[in-house]
């Protein structure tokens, strides 16, 4: 092994769970269903995380609730993520889910959207680190599986206080700690502060996964050298490419770019995950939830704007499929890109 790889082959720990590979799955609401993360999991992904379910809204247990929970042998190991600030809805939540199998339970403090943080919910607990560190302590007391936390660098760029964050969470002992490098009021964009990761990772003795715009292997090697995090979690830059977990393992072993995949593997990839979308979430919705990976999945291609809009019509299998197969042709004449 060069000296400048990552060691993706050691292992990251987090609690008893032992991971062969350091990168992880990210939640990501609305995304991550069951068929996107056996997809990814098929490429390489090891761990991954259901949707975040929000601890109040648990205990109406709703339909939706409970779908989101399902889960299989071959979607393991697994990550629930858990939203709150209240002790009685996320005591209640977690004997909720105590009754499903899973390894890691993550207590969101960094989702950035307004009604959740206007509640004192995600991202609004770095503002109040002690009382972060409270409910990640009736957490750890109840948990029977590692429980880790994901934070934001900040709430703004004047309020930067993750490495204090960081502390009072270990602090309650957790198992690990998930940073995604911008402050709530980035939101998803601006660039990505290594540097605090870096600060936080030096500070605390437990596992630190970093996330954000690890988007190629070239990024994600980035992520590693500049932050020494131990692991790293992959969100957008595993929409409509699954392929990512294979790429960014191979260089981080290696330091070699393995082979894109051609629009033969995407077509055949797409038509699996919109039939698992359909046989998860029947036909209507399935093709609806589809309609969005229609769209990742052709990033890049050459003018395939018109294809993306006609999905946001489609609403049976064969509307989406006739899409699909009108947009392998069109890409065949004119080439991916
Ligand atoms: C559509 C979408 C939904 C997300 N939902 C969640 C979520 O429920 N919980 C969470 O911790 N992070 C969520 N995230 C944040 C990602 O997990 C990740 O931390 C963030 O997008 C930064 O990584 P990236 O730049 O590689 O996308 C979401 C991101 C996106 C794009």
């Known amino acids: 092994m060069g000296i400048d790889t990552v060691k993706e082959c050691s292992m990251l720990k987090i609690g008893k769970l032992k991971l062969k590979s350091k990168l992880i799955l990210s939640p990501m609401a609305g995304i991550s269903d069951l068929p996107f993360r056996l997809l990814n999991r098929k490429f390489g992904c090891e761990l ?4 975040m379910l929000n601890a109040r809204s648990m205990s109406y247990k709703s339909k939706k ?19 709150g600030s209240e002790p009685k809805f996320i005591l209640k939540a977690m004997d909720i889910i105590s009754h499903y199998k899973f390894d890691v339970l993550d207590f969101n403090a960094a989702c950035p959207v307004r ?26 007391k109840n948990s029977a599986v590692a429980v880790t936390v994901k934070i934001r660098t900040g709430w703004d760029k004047d309020s930067v206080n993750a490495r204090e964050t960081a502390l009072y969470a270990q602090d309650a002992g957790i198992d690990g700690l998930f940073i995604h490098g911008r402050t ?26 970093a996330s954000g ?29 699954p392929w990512i977990f294979k790429e960014v393992s191979a260089f ?10 051609d629009i033969n593997q995407i077509i055949k990839v797409m038509l699996e995950h919109l039939d698992a979308s359909i046989d998860f979430h029947g036909e209507h919705l399935g ?4 309609r969005k990976f229609f769209s990742w999945y052709t990033k890049g291609f050459y003018k395939v704007r018109c294809f993306r809009k006609k999905t946001s019509l489609a609403k ?3 509307d989406m499929v006739n899409i699909i197969k009108a947009c392998h042709k069109h890409v065949g004449e004119h080439g991916l890109s």
């Open 184 to 209: 709530r009021m980035q939101g998803y964009s601006g660039s990505v502060d290594y540097g605090v990761i870096r600060d936080v990772k030096k500070a605390v003795s437990i596992p630190v996964i």
């Open 115 to 140: 009604k959740i943080v206007r509640r004192g919910e995600g991202a609004s607990l770095i503002k109040n680190p002690k009382k972060l560190n409270q409910l990640l302590g009736l957490i750890v």
């Open 213 to 241: 715009d690890i988007l190629s292997p070239q990024l994600a090697k980035k992520m590693f050298d500049e932050t020494g995090c131990d692991g790293a979690a992959i969100a957008r830059g595993a929409l409509g490419n």
């Open 252 to 261: 981080l072993k290696n330091g070699r770019l393995i082979k894109k995949p």
């Open 287 to 290: 093709v609806i939830r589809f």
């Open 316 to 318: 049976t299998r064969d």
């Open 65 to 83: 609730t409970a779908q989101m929970l399902i889960s299989g042998s071959k979607d393991r190991p697994l990550g629930i993520q858990l939203l």
């Open 48 to 51: 991954a995380f259901v949707e």
